[in-house]
């Protein structure tokens, strides 16, 4: 069963990145409460949908009119602590790669699409788990009606 529409257009977008990048040999594993647990051995990416911001665009049309929607999507590179630096490098060069193939994209969600708008390093540090991320931010835009 498919779940919610943007958040699947963002997963299906990463992975056809990470399809068309046959250098990055990390998968994408939907670790958001999911119950998976990733096989640590090896890096990988993992997304988080920070929220978005909602404010009407257009006016005159109740119940068609565009709401502009602005938000965040973090992806995060996650490999072990103390992996080593060709570890931590690798995970700085696959976020680049990443970063640049979002940097201006469009993204189809139904009729309409999901704008990329800007893309950020964000830094990196160790999660709950003990995990190193390294993580980048991609800013959205879009826009629905209602």
Excluded: C
């Excluded at 051995?41 to 257009?58: A, K, M, V």
């Excluded at 680049?96 to 830094?123: L, Q």
């Amino acid at each position: 069963m498919p779940g919610d529409s943007f958040r699947d257009a963002i997963r299906g977008a990463l992975d056809a990145v990470l399809l068309a990048n046959p250098a990055i040999t990390w998968p994408h594993k939907d670790t958001l409460n999911t119950g998976v647990k990733p096989d640590a051995s090896t890096g990988y990416f993992e997304l988080e949908f920070i929220g978005g911001d909602e404010n009407q665009y257009t006016f005159g049309a109740p119940g068609f009119n565009d709401w502009q929607e602005v938000g965040q999507i973090t992806v995060r590179a996650v490999l072990r602590q103390n992996a080593g630096k060709t570890e931590r490098d690798k995970a700085e060069t696959y976020l680049e790669t990443i970063r640049a193939a979002f940097r201006g994209r469009r993204i189809p969600i139904g009729s309409r699409a999901i704008r990329i708008v800007r893309t950020g390093a964000m830094g990196s540090g160790q999660d709950e788990a003990g995990m190193w991320m390294e993580s980048i931010g991609l800013e959205y835009q879009r826009f629905n009606v209602g």
